[in-house]
């Protein structure tokens, strides 16, 4: 599928809420155009509205305007650097990132690995970096994504407030929403959430609160 196309699917996911779908499609992106940076930070926005500030961490790493939280989460979860040329995905040369920082930061994760395993490693060669501490290593999942996180990464699509009632932030309780405008931004989302208290609404409208 061409990747504008494959970028359009991405957009009718997470409008329609299915995020865990949208993200899989922006993971095989990445992995089809390594060197697209536009493509990890876009699959980094997705892991924020799981609350994942690791895997946030790990799409931006090559961003010189990167999250210092976000990165320090990334480097702890992925706590070797095999780990981290593992988790980075890349392909081919370092020459080939679209930026000089991008480059070094590559350049810098090799260079560890090989001195840490005590020979050269190759993006291209899994096996020249495998065999360290990373050896048993399996990618963390992410927590479930919370509504807090989708409309606020979504921008709410909609001309009035999203207000999730009496929650924090990431929080995790039964959730209930109230003065959603538009209320086709919750349809797709009402199925997969506990205790979501009333019916998912599949028209425009004023703002109202579901029970």
Known sequence: MPLEETLARVEADL????????RQRL?????????DLTLR?????????YGDAAEAGRWTYLEEDRDA??????????????WRMKALGWRGPETMAATAFAEGQLVAVRTACAEELGHPVDWDDPDSYR???DEQYKEAPSEPWTVG?????????V??????????????????????????????WCPDLPNAGGP??????RPRTLP
């Open 15 to 22: 409008t329609a809420g299915r995020v865990p779908v949208a």
């Open 69 to 82: 939280d976000e990165t320090a989460a990334f480097e702890a979860r992925y706590g070797s650097p095999g």
């Open 27 to 35: 993971r095989g992106l990445v992995s089809s155009y390594p060197y």
């Open 200 to 205: 998912c609404v599949r028209r425009s409208g």
């Open 131 to 133: 065999g360290g501490p």
């Open 149 to 157: 996180g989708v409309l606020a990464g979504a921008g709410c699509l």
């Open 41 to 49: 930070r876009r699959l980094a926005e997705v892991y924020r509205l």
């Open 159 to 188: 001309g009035g407030p999203c207000v999730p009632r009496d929650l924090g932030e990431g929080s995790r309780r039964p959730l209930r929403l109230t003065q959603v405008t538009r209320a086709t931004v919750i349809a797709g």
